[in-house]
């Protein structure tokens, strides 16, 4: 059935739940469409003044300098970055291997992913380029940023390796938390495009201004289709009315907004995990810095996440405003 949940009985109510339980948010469908509307407000602002500023016809003819990165030297060179905001272990468990997706696979898997090593392995991490969807370059670089360093490789090691030392609940380990878990390598990925530009100046290459230009471009997509997740299951929003509000952001390819809609249809939440998680995680990091004071730096903050692990964020907001200290780490990832 082409059927949103809002077209379904008792729908509008169990979309209500799967926000909760699928993001882990406290906040319900009126107040996250709100949030998201400031945000692609917010957004499109500075993506406006950005282009405004620049000459488009220049910069689109800058060549990318992390083209002539290889995945692997793209890992190693987030790794190395990394380490100046993120406390980075020197352990085997944190090695890797990245490889190619089979080419019989291309046409339907994902641009690239990260296999979850066993909790008896955690130095068996795996990423999977899928070579036919992934562009080169800092689409490539920011995708490995989330799958890899700092991203999902990064998180799920350094998360089970506290929940191993402070004795957790084997049940600790494998509750999951969608909305953390996904909003955090979103965090991660667009925190990577400060390594990017970091990686230009270096290479004395001009492709900064590029790179501004993809990191709003991707923030306003991922808010877009979180918009229209909660439009068609939260709203009942036909496809017909979807196209109308695409094409005042100029996207008026009727195939692509059917593939857009038909895909929301069929995974109603799934943007809300990256996009909502992820500004969920800005809060968590506003309030770090209103109470921690003279202890706040991004290293503390992104040591205190991780260490934490998945959680709902009202509970994770709990653990950072009621004080810092390495001991309510523990206390949290026991419990």
């Avoid at 080169?136 to 490995?144: A, D, Q, S, V």
């Avoid at 979807?242 to 943007?271: Q, R």
């Amino acid at each position: 059935e082409e059927k949103s949940l809002y077209d379904k009985k008792g729908g509008k109510e169990y979309y209500a739940y799967l926000l909760k339980e699928s993001v882990g948010t406290s906040k319900d469908v009126a107040e996250v469409k709100n949030i998201l509307a400031k945000d692609l407000q917010s957004n499109l602002k500075q993506f406006s003044k950005l282009l405004n500023s620049q000459n488009i016809q220049a910069i689109s003819q800058i060549e990318d300098p992390l083209n002539t990165l290889s995945p692997s030297e793209m890992m190693e060179d987030l790794k190395a970055r990394m380490q100046q905001d993120f406390h980075l272990p020197n352990s085997p468990d944190y090695s890797y291997e990245v490889q190619s997706v089979d080419t019989c696979l291309e046409p339907y898997t994902a641009p690239a992913y990260y296999f979850t090593p066993p909790l008896d392995d955690l130095s068996e991490n795996h990423i999977y380029i899928n070579e036919k969807q992934t562009a080169k370059g800092i689409h490539l670089y920011t995708t490995l940023a989330h799958e890899g360093f700092p991203g999902h490789l990064y998180q799920t090691v350094t998360s089970q390796n506290c929940f191993v030392n402070a004795n957790a609940p084997l049940l600790r380990g494998i509750i999951h938390y969608g909305g953390y878990v996904e909003g955090y390598a979103t965090y991660a990925e667009l925190y990577s495009y400060k390594y990017a530009k970091e990686y230009a100046n270096a290479a004395e290459s001009s492709a900064t201004s590029l790179y501004d230009i993809y990191y709003y471009d991707r923030r306003i997509k991922l808010c877009l289709y979180s918009l229209l997740d909660i439009m068609i299951h939260g709203e009942g929003k036909s496809l017909e009315e979807i196209t109308v509000f695409l094409s005042k952001f100029g996207t008026k390819d009727a195939s692509a907004v059917e593939a857009i809609y038909e895909y929301i249809l069929n995974e109603p939440a799934t943007y809300l995990k990256y996009y909502v998680g992820y500004l969920e995680i800005l809060e968590c990091q506003q309030l770090a810095k209103e109470n921690w004071g003279s202890n706040y730096s991004d290293m503390n903050f992104h040591k205190y996440l991780l260490e934490i692990g998945p959680v709902p964020f009202s509970i994770l907001k709990n653990a950072i405003a009621k004080e810092y200290a390495s001991n309510s780490v523990l206390f949290y990832a026991r419990n």
